[in-house]
Structure formats: structure tokens, C-alpha cells
């Protein structure tokens, strides 16, 4: 069992810069690909970024590539996403994800595991 607690949304102007927090309880973080994925008002849930369990790889959407940049520490048990040069089409609830299927299978497929609650990016124009 995994659980799953994002930080650091919020409200910023287009061009500029948020990062993301994913705090995950459990022993076995290390073990898990992570995601982050979004969901806009009326849109389905999109893929936004994976990471393998030890950082080695690394996926993005085409729509984020060069903006954002995930990474992970597993001594401290947390992913982040790193996202600059936004607007305002990121605005969307962003979720972080777990599963033990790989990273790249995690944004082919768009399913995971475990989801966390959500936090709200919202990018003004």
C-alpha cells in the first residue's frame, strides 16, 4: 500500500514556474515507477511525466517536453515536477501516481495503482 500527498499548486501567470511535490508513506517507495498525470475541467485525464524507480529514465507528453522536468529522491520518499515556461493550457488538477509497472508502460497506458488527492495548477493569462 502506497499513499500519496501532493504539494505545491497554486495560481502563477503564464511564463512562469512551479514545482510540484509527491510525499509517498511506505518502506518500498524505491520500488515504484511514479507519475504525474492531469486532469482539466470537461478533458479526460492526461499523461503529463514518469520516472523509473531509481530516476534512471525519465518520459514526458509532447506538450511538456522542455518545460518540465520530474525527478525523484527516494532517501526522502518524493517526486517533483519542475514545470516552467507555463500556460495557460496546464491549468488542470496535476496527480501524482505509483504503480510497479514500468515508467514508460505508466504513460502508454495512463493507469496506475495509486493516485493521490490532486492539486490545482491554475495558469492566468
Known amino acids: 500500500q502506497v499513499q500519496l500527498v501532493e504539494s505545491g499548486g497554486g495560481l502563477v501567470q503564464a511564463g512562469g514556474s512551479l514545482r510540484l511535490s509527491c510525499a509517498a508513506s511506505?518502506?518500498?517507495?524505491?520500488?515504484?515507477?511514479m507519475g504525474w498525470f492531469r486532469q482539466a475541467p470537461g478533458k479526460e485525464r492526461e499523461f503529463v511525466s514518469s520516472?523509473?524507480?531509481?530516476?534512471?529514465?525519465?518520459y514526458y507528453a509532447d506538450s511538456v517536453k522542455g518545460r518540465f522536468t520530474i525527478s525523484r529522491d527516494n532517501a526522502k520518499n518524493t517526486v517533483y515536477l519542475k514545470m516552467n515556461s507555463l500556460k495557460p493550457e496546464d491549468t488542470a488538477v496535476y496527480y501524482c501516481?505509483?504503480?510497479?509497472?514500468?515508467?514508460?508502460?505508466?504513460?502508454?497506458?495512463?493507469?496506475?495503482?495509486?493516485w493521490g488527492q490532486g492539486t490545482q495548477v491554475t495558469v492566468s493569462s
Open positions: 511506505g518502506r518500498t517507495f524505491s520500488s515504484y515507477a
Open positions: 520516472i523509473s524507480w531509481n530516476g534512471g529514465s525519465t
Open positions: 501516481a505509483a504503480d510497479k509497472i514500468s515508467a514508460q508502460t505508466m504513460g502508454i497506458i495512463n493507469v496506475a495503482n495509486y
